[in-house]
């Protein structure tokens, strides 16, 4: 039987895996250049970890869990998000009793059992933040800047953001009552998800993927009309702080995120191009999320933070042809003349790699056809060549590929060529 990936999964190779990790690297320079730092949790976690955090209700725990028993008989889940896993660290280290804000990012693999598309796999990567410690509308609308300011350094664009808030406890709770009010001789058009929801947490019928076109999704209430005048002020004062950002954004009021967890502001960044199959995706999703600590038995505490999907991005920019990934090619081929050549340009090699340099030969060829080949594949932007007459005067003969030049040097003169430091300790 052939041994193939699983489904909904991705192998990563060549530019992709180097787009992969510019990705990662881009977006965590500038997450540490707002003061985040690295946290790294466990792939596995107690099932209750997220069953608490993402609610019961919730899609995630209801359907797409990766959960199993081990040996202790214990509930092991892979995780499907990271804002719990977090959460769980900061509760378990107390790391509530630190002052001022603690701020965290993340990038790691997710596992959810989805029916694979465009956009959603099984194992997926994310890249996230999360920010403990203080709830200010400022700090808020730089939360969403940062986010912002990721997506545009990788060169993904027609993005758009939108954004709303469903209040704190008091004006949920006056709006849940509205929407059981308003649904309760609505159920039977309902599908059977909804009417699950409308028990535990009406608010989630508001992000049914099944009934979001019915005419009775779009008359029900709407938060705003339910909100304390504290939740308008809080709101208002983030749009106010995008605008002094530049940023733009829509007021999406049916917004309330797939999850239980969510408190106040919650945003999505989505992509917004009509003549594209990804068109609507969401690359990026967070909010304020007061309410977590409680659950995992800790205070009170105040957190925001938001998450991307990698994959989805990964998929954006090759739509785009974006190669801004792409880093200058500056590696170095050694093609050997005869059987006599070969030892030295092994030596050559290993010098170059030696200093950091990005250096193959091929071990086997001595007739250039192939070793031209090997140059094709590196796509590198030098090759040396030695052969007899090189070796007897110590010299090396250089193509540079882009700038369509040949020269020939000097071993001696190899180090000023290639920009190495140090003492020249190579010869034949």
């Known amino acids: 039987m052939k041994i193939t990936k699983i489904k909904g999964t991705l192998d990563f190779t060549g530019n992709e895996a180097v787009k992969y990790r510019y990705i990662e690297k881009t977006c965590t320079n500038i997450a540490k250049k707002f003061g985040f730092s690295e946290i790294i949790t466990p792939i596995i976690e107690q099932t209750d970890c997220f069953v608490r955090a993402t609610g019961e209700a919730s899609d995630i725990v209801q359907k797409e869990m990766y959960t199993f028993l081990d040996r202790g008989e214990r509930s092991i889940t892979l995780r499907p998000e990271e804002t719990a896993c977090v959460m769980r660290h ?10 001022g804000l603690t701020k965290y990012y993340y990038f790691g693999p997710m596992f959810r059992y989805e029916r694979p598309q465009a956009g959603r796999y099984r194992q ?3 890249l996230g933040v999360e920010c403990y410690g203080n709830e200010n509308p400022l700090m808020d609308a730089d939360i969403i800047n940062m986010a912002w300011q990721m997506l545009s350094s990788i060169g993904v664009d027609n993005l758009k953001i939108c954004i709303n808030t469903i209040g704190g406890k008091e004006s949920r709770a006056k709006y849940q009552v509205a929407l059981k009010e308003y649904f309760a001789d609505k159920l039977d058009e309902l599908c059977p998800d909804c009417k699950v929801r409308y028990q535990k947490n009406p608010l989630r019928m508001l992000d049914c993927k099944v009934d979001s076109g019915l005419e009775i999704m779009a008359n029900a209430p709407k938060i705003k009309d339910y909100l304390e005048d504290c939740d308008k002020e809080y709101f208002d004062t983030i749009l106010t702080y995008l605008d002094a950002l530049g940023l733009k954004y829509e007021i999406s009021e049916r917004m309330v995120r797939g999850l239980d967890y969510y408190t106040n502001d919650v945003f999505e960044i989505i992509y917004d191009n009509p003549k594209s199959q990804l068109n609507g995706l969401a690359v990026c999703a967070g909010g304020r999320y007061n309410d977590m600590g409680a659950e995992f038995d800790g205070p009170t505490i105040q ?4 998450a991307m999907g990698v994959e989805r991005l990964m998929a954006i920019m090759d739509e785009a042809e974006n190669t801004d990934y792409l880093e200058q090619n500056d590696s170095i081929t050694v093609i050997t003349l005869g059987q006599n050549a070969k030892l030295a340009g092994v030596k050559l090699t290993n010098y170059l790699r030696k200093n950091n340099l990005h250096a193959e030969i091929d071990y086997a060829a001595n007739s250039l056809k192939p070793q031209f080949k090997l140059s094709e594949r590196m796509n590198a932007r030098y090759i040396i060549i030695i052969g ?23 071993c001696s003169e190899l180090n000023k060529y290639f920009n190495i430091e140090g003492s020249i300790d190579y010869a034949y």
């Open 90 to 99: 900061f509760v378990e280290n107390k790391k509530y009793a630190n002052p």
């Open 124 to 126: 997926f990567t994310q």
């Open 388 to 410: 007899e007459d090189e070796i007897a005067n110590q010299e090396m003969t250089i193509k540079d590929t882009v700038l369509k030049t040949e020269t020939k040097i000097k």
């Open 303 to 306: 957190a925001i933070g938001f």
